[in-house]
T-cell receptor, first 115, second 112 residues
Framework: KAGVTQTPRYLIKTRGQQVTLSCSPISGHRSVSWYQQTPGQGLQFLFEYFSETQRNKGNFPGRFSGRQFSNSRSEMNVSTLELGDSALYLC??????????????FGPGTRLTVL | GENVEQHPSTLSVQEGDSAVIKCTYSDSASNYFPWYKQELGKRPQLIIDIRSNVGEKKDQRIAVTLNKTAKHFSLHITETQPEDSAVYFCAASKGGGFKTIFGAGTRLFVKA
């Protein structure tokens, strides 16, 4: 099976713009989670989707949003970009509905740079 | 709120020595504790995990221990090799879906 894929791999935006990132999970996986990775903060949980429903949300401002489609592909959107949004955005998919019953597989990430 | 603290932030060991990374979690409802290894420029990969009904789990040179009372869990790597050099993340989650809270990471250097 193909692994988790993310597009684009690299993005450069300017402050105030908005951006949409895409994640295609492993075939058959219905849970998709998003994380922000920065050198100083490590991996921070953004949100998780399962069967098109957002089940969990982290402590990020409302500028960060996401959705999941019926084929389990997921997108996340960041509006009104700030310099501090520069980070590697990782998505992860799992074949199961609950932690501990199935492994989370990470994608390669999208590196977003905000100038 | 939910928090996972991880220590040390950097660890340097000689090849063949053991390495220990410690984590503390705040949410007593956490019941699943995975450990991830992230090599430079690569994605995190699960190396071992433990559920709250188990005190210890071992997989070859890697072991994880869990103390639910103290809300501590640790990763032990024995007979370290240069290819063990990477950033290691501990994490905690509970039921209700994948809301995985990660520690800040430990950069492990194994000197040949």
């Amino acid at each position: 099976k193909a692994g988790v894929t993310q597009t684009p791999r690299y993005l450069i935006k300017t402050r105030g713009q908005q951006v949409t990132l895409s994640c295609s999970p492993i075939s058959g996986h219905r849970s998709v989670s998003w994380y922000q990775q920065t050198p100083g903060q490590g991996l921070q949980f953004l949100f998780e989707y399962f069967s098109e429903t957002q089940r969990n949300k982290g402590n990020f401002p409302g500028r960060f949003s996401g959705r999941q489609f019926s084929n389990s592909r997921s997108e996340m959107n960041v509006s009104t970009l700030e310099l501090g949004d520069s980070a590697l955005y990782l998505c992860a998919s799992s074949p199961t509905a609950e932690p501990g019953t199935g492994e989370q597989f990470f994608g390669p990430g999208t590196r977003l740079t905000v100038l | 709120g939910e928090n996972v603290e991880q220590h040390p932030s950097t660890l340097s060991v000689q090849e063949g020595d053991s390495a220990v990374i410690k984590c503390t979690y705040s949410d007593s409802a956490s019941n699943y504790f995975p450990w991830y290894k992230q090599e430079l420029g690569k994605r995190p990969q699960l190396i071992i995990d433990i559920r709250s009904n188990v005190g210890e789990k071992k997989d070859q040179r890697i072991a994880v221990t869990l103390n639910k009372t103290a809300k501590h869990f640790s990763l032990h790597i024995t007979e370290t090799q240069p290819e063990d050099s990477a950033v290691y993340f501990c994490a905690a989650s509970k039921g209700g879906g994948f809301k995985t809270i990660f520690g800040a990471g430990t950069r492990l250097f194994v000197k040949a």
